[in-house]
């Protein structure tokens, strides 16, 4: 049972800028410019890191519960988890979707036009696509994963981009009202994999300060945001559940419950 007392007293710290309070394995809570947050960090070369969509019959897992259950009866454990992505009503990724190298989704090239205020996050280009390969994982913008078409193993389209190649996505505005909960993933200058989801409302352009300035990822990709933003960690007291009946992709990293 989630304890949410403590849960949300960890976060409180953490907002206020207080040192780590919480620490499990792969993730820990961390504080950054007055906002706290959940980040995860994986080793491409050494943690299973995978994503996941479909249960053996075909339907979406839609709860992390139901992933961790599924893990288990292969021998695998759930060690953590992250929503990964954008999905329509029927918990279909609303863009590419790769997973062990077989697309399930084509890449979402769509373009809507309007004032950025009323497009869709996934929509305000650049967007672009978190992949996993043989050399290891990228997050580049949509139009540069067409041109390098990578021979993934895994890959998510999300939308927008929030930092490429260090420079941050320019439809970001500093100082924005527009404040809510949010998840993302960028890859860092080391090559490993950083998932982050904050405990409380943020702005694009601050969530994106994160990743470049505090986690020194030079690119990096929204996820989520509002009730969409799902962790699992029970070392952390977190299963979130979708306020809307599930979620879609799911990142996870996983391990032999012989290791």
């Known amino acids: 049972m989630v304890d949410i007392k403590a849960v949300a007293i960890l976060g409180f710290l953490s907002a206020l800028g207080a040192p780590q309070t919480a620490e499990a394995e792969g993730c820990s809570r961390d504080a950054y410019d007055g906002n706290g947050f959940i980040v995860c960090t994986i080793d491409p070369a050494t943690d299973d890191l995978r994503l996941f969509l479909n249960d053996a019959d075909g339907m979406p897992y839609r709860r992390f519960s139901a992933l961790a259950e599924a893990e288990e009866a292969r021998g695998r454990e759930l060690v953590f988890a992250f929503n990964?992505?954008?999905?329509?009503?029927?918990?279909?990724?609303?863009?590419?979707?790769?997973?062990?190298?077989?697309?399930?989704?084509?890449?979402?090239?769509?373009?809507?036009?309007?004032?950025?205020?009323?497009?869709?996050?996934?929509?305000?280009?650049?967007?672009?696509?978190?992949?996993?390969?043989?050399?290891?994982?990228?997050?580049?913008?949509?139009?540069?994963?067409?041109?390098?078409?990578?021979?993934?193993?895994?890959?998510?389209?999300?939308?927008?981009?929030?930092?490429?190649?260090?420079?941050?996505?320019?439809?970001?505005?500093?100082?924005?009202?527009?404040?809510?909960?949010?998840?993302?993933?960028?890859?860092?200058?080391?090559?490993?994999?950083?998932?982050?989801?904050?405990?409380g409302g943020i702005n694009f352009f601050n969530f994106a300060t994160l990743f470049r300035d505090h986690l020194l990822c030079p690119d990096a990709l929204f996820l989520d945001g509002g009730n969409g933003v799902g962790v699992y960690h029970p070392e952390l007291g977190r299963n979130n559940r979708s306020w809307h009946g599930g979620y879609g992709p799911m990142f996870a990293v996983v391990r032999d419950l012989g290791d």
């Open 84 to 199: 990964a992505g954008m999905y329509g009503e029927d918990f279909s990724p609303t863009g590419l979707y790769v997973e062990d190298g077989e697309q399930a989704r084509a890449i979402n090239t769509i373009v809507v036009e309007g004032r950025p205020a009323q497009i869709p996050n996934f929509y305000k280009r650049p967007n672009g696509v978190f992949y996993l390969d043989d050399d290891g994982a990228g997050v580049v913008t949509t139009e540069d994963y067409i041109a390098m078409a990578p021979d993934a193993l895994f890959a998510t389209q999300s939308g927008p981009m929030l930092v490429i190649d260090g420079e941050f996505h320019p439809a970001l505005i500093e100082g924005s009202s527009d404040r809510t909960r949010r998840s993302g993933v960028g890859v860092c200058e080391d090559g490993q994999v950083k998932l982050a989801a904050t405990d």
